[in-house]
Structures are given as C-alpha cells and as structure tokens.
C-alpha cells in the first residue's frame, strides 16, 4: 500500500500531481489552494484568505471553506496512497472562528486499508506570527478503483 | 421553543430574514444560493451550478459546495427555531456524484433543545425533469446566545 | 442490488437469518436483542431493558447500548442488500436521555452502492404508552465481499 | 478552564472519582473498565475481553463495545476539565476487527470551551506483546451545568 513502490494500477500522487489536478477543478481553483506537501499519506494545503468572497458576516473564512479544506485535504492524503479517489464521508467539528488571514489543512492518512482509507485532520488558522487549531475532522476515503 | 411565539431572546429567523443575511456573507452570496423555505424548522435552499468555477475535474459540483450546503441549510433550519446560532460539527456522506444543472438542500430540525439544535439534511440534484438524492447529513448546532 | 432477487454472491438476510446470527454473535445474545423486522433495506430491532446491568447512574439506558442499537441495526439493514457486511463508521447524536422500559432501532438503507451502504437510524425510547425519539445516526457500510 | 484550579463549579474529575463513578453505572461494571489515567484533559481506560459474552461470531470484540470504549472515554476526559457532562455526539471509523485480549481507549480533550468540548479517542488492541490502533473517534461533549 505504501507509495513507494506502487502497482501502475495505483500510480503515485505527489505534490507535482496535486497542483496539476487543481488546475482541472475549476472551485479549488478558485480557491487558490496551494499544495505544501503531499507524500506518504501526509498532505498540507495552504489558502489565503480574500475577504471579498471567502468570508461570513464577521469577515471570518466561511465554514463552507473550512469543510472544504478538510474534505479536499483527506481525499489527497489518501490518494497520496492509494491513486484515484473518492470521498465516502467525512465529519467535522468546529472549535474556534475562522479568524485569519490564512488557513492550512494537515492531513494524515491513520489506516490504508483495500476497500477504505481513514484520515484525520487539523485545520490551522494563521495570523501574523500566530497560529491556531480552529477545526478537526475525520474522513472515509474510498478507492475509486475498486468502485 | 416554537418560532411562531418567540421570546424577544430567540428573534424570528425566517426567509426574509435569511436573504438579509446572505447579502452580508461575502461567500454565501458568491454562490447565489436562494432560500425557498425557512420556517418552523424547515429549510430548503437552492444552488444553481456554475460550470466554470463551482466543479470538480469532470464537471460536476464540486465535494466542497456540497458540504457548504449541508452545513448551511442546517444552521439555517436551526436559526429558525432558536435565533443566532453556531455550528459545532457535521457529517456528511456523499451518495452519488453531484451531478446536476442545481442543488437543493432541504434540513429539518430534529431535535431543537436549550443547548443544541440536531438537524438533518437531503441534498438534491436537478438534472432537467429529473431529481436524486446525492449526499446525507446530520448537523449539531448550538444556540449562539448561550457561548 | 434489491434483495427480490439476490444473485448467489449476495444471499438474503432476513429477520429468520438475523435471529441465527445472534445467537452466535455472544455480546448481541447478551442483550436479549430482538428483530422485529428485517427486508428491503429496513430493520427494527428492540432491547427491553435490564435495569441491574445495562443502565447508567441514573437508571436510564447507558450511551454504549444506545450506540449497539445503532450500529448494530445499521449493519443488519445493510446486510438485508447486499449479504455479509462489516461497518466503517457511523455517526451518533444523543437527543435525549434513555429513559424507557424498552428501545428500539429504526435501520433504513438511503442508498447501496457496490462500494457503501448509507444507513439512517432512529433510536426510540418506549415507556408504557408512550415514545420518544431519543438518537439518531447515520452509517456507512461495506460489502464484505469487497474487502 | 484548567483541572488544575477549578472553580467550586467545575469539581475536578480524576481517576479515583471515576472509579467510584463506574460503581454506580450498572453497564460500565459489567464491562469490568479500567481507568488507567484521567487527568488535565486525558483518559485511558482498559477493557479485558470476556470471550463468552463481550464477542461477535468471530470470537472478536464485538462492534458496540468499541463504540463503548470510545464513547466513555470521550466524556470521562472532558469531565477531567469541565466536570460533569453528557456526551452530545460521535463519530467512530472502525479500521480494524477487534482482535485481542484486551482493549485501551486513549482520549484525549482537543479544546474545552465554555458551551462543548472536542475529544479524539484512539481504541487500542493488545494482543501478547503487541498493539494495534482498530478504531478511532472524535466526539462532542457538553457540560451538564449547561444544560
């Protein structure tokens, strides 16, 4: 299961991969989303927040955003494993409000099994030299091969 | 706890009222969502798919705006009931690609207590004459007044 | 997929199954847990409870057994689809306590797929005459086969 | 919100207090659990699997005990920060069948605020001289003074 010696039926995804998927899904696109990492089952994406048309009333990320930021970090850490994905479900709490001028997600893959991958993530808010854990969340990613 | 003999505390949300809100949450607006439904309870909103910046790689609602439906509709059905509200957390499980020309999501408050609101939530393509159930969610969220 | 006509990889699991496997299924058995009915994607099952070792401090029903009676009736709904299964996750919400002579689970199948099945539960408390919905969960379900 | 300097609100919870707890809850001592820790935020509880009554058909540790495991050490870990609570909802992922002799739930409090508390748990399998992560969870925890 480990990426580093894959199947051609599950070809590596890597951060070079990940940014060329971007450019071919017009919303994270949108987004602006970088990849700052994506390897062995550990991604780490990176958005920056416009407060034009990311925000809610209180000029905090939206939680639309924070929940995308978790969905879309889980399905890369997965497929950092396993190849193409889809995402069966994920849960997400809220701890604190999205205050900052840019936010990262941490994935880790915790078990990359046949039929599913479980990941955890951390949402980390960034402001100036701070940083804090606003969201956690808990995703089941499966194979899109074995569909 | 009936929106139809409010407390001055528990202030009437409704359709009006949403559509207000919406106009001062920079991303909410960015979709376009509508509200068609908000009482009692019940909320049903309705999206209508961008192609060029609301997709994923094969044309189809993207996961991200998905979950941003879900969480919405919930914390809006749950407004209905208690006034301002935050969300604490949500799963979602994804059944079927989000395939579609709009989305509606339809939340029904299960459960509206003094320190949670428990909602569940339908989201719903449109595809011409058609409809189908793409993704399930249950939704806790908190009265605000009580932080 | 419809259990009408199962193919021979995908046996039917009905109520007269369900009351076998129990009774090889030690902790289950322990309960007194009964299928009250069990096709096409729904099951009920009920629990009467036993005050001296199923309660919490309060004599009311204790929160492991509320989580049995979900995860266990979302499995056996399941299984009324597509045959032999194990669960990935599900998702628990407690509305009330479980205050009641006796409880039961409403399972019923939202979609199953080759990959998953997506399952709803309601948990309901009966006391004499009355009922009350007291927890309500949402599942995911693999085949077993496709392990 | 410390353990360490509570409030006449907030009583500390700790090990010997949940140990008289678990006298007094009928379910939690049939299961025979262990509080091997609980403190400032952190639990670990332990279970030794009674083969003829705590199993599935395989012999392994039935589903609704991990979710048990998980559940209960979620609130016993935020009872050690906010004192007494009640358990709003969780999300457990099964990784793993329950192979073992003998079972841990590791919790541990994520961010305790005012109106809920955050908690992941880890369910560890001991088998001999190894150990196996099964299942994990994340769980939304409310103070009962709350309510």
């Known amino acids: 299961m480990s990426s580093s010696s894959p199947s051609p039926e599950t070809p590596v995804v890597n951060a ?3 940014r060329e998927v971007i450019k071919v899904q017009p919303f994270t696109r949108w987004t602006g989303l970088e990849i700052l990492k994506a390897e062995d089952g ?3 994406t990176r ?3 416009r407060k034009d048309d990311m925000t809610q009333h209180h000029g905090f990320l939206h939680g639309g955003l924070v929940g995308f930021l978790a969905d879309n970090a889980a399905a890369y850490a997965a497929a950092t494993r396993v ?3 889809v995402t069966s479900q994920f849960t997400l709490n809220f701890l604190s409000p999205g205050v900052g001028d840019a936010f990262r997600a941490h994935a880790q893959v915790v078990k990359a099994g046949q039929r599913q991958v479980v990941v955890r993530v951390d949402i980390i ?3 100036e030299a701070d940083e804090k854990l606003i969201a956690i969340a808990q995703a089941t990613i499966l194979p899109a091969g074995e569909r």
Do not use: F, N, S
């Open 125 to 127: 808010a960034e402001q």
């Open 83 to 85: 190849g193409d994905v």
């Open 47 to 49: 958005l920056e927040l």
């Open 42 to 44: 550990e991604v780490i």
């Open 16 to 18: 070079e991969v990940l």
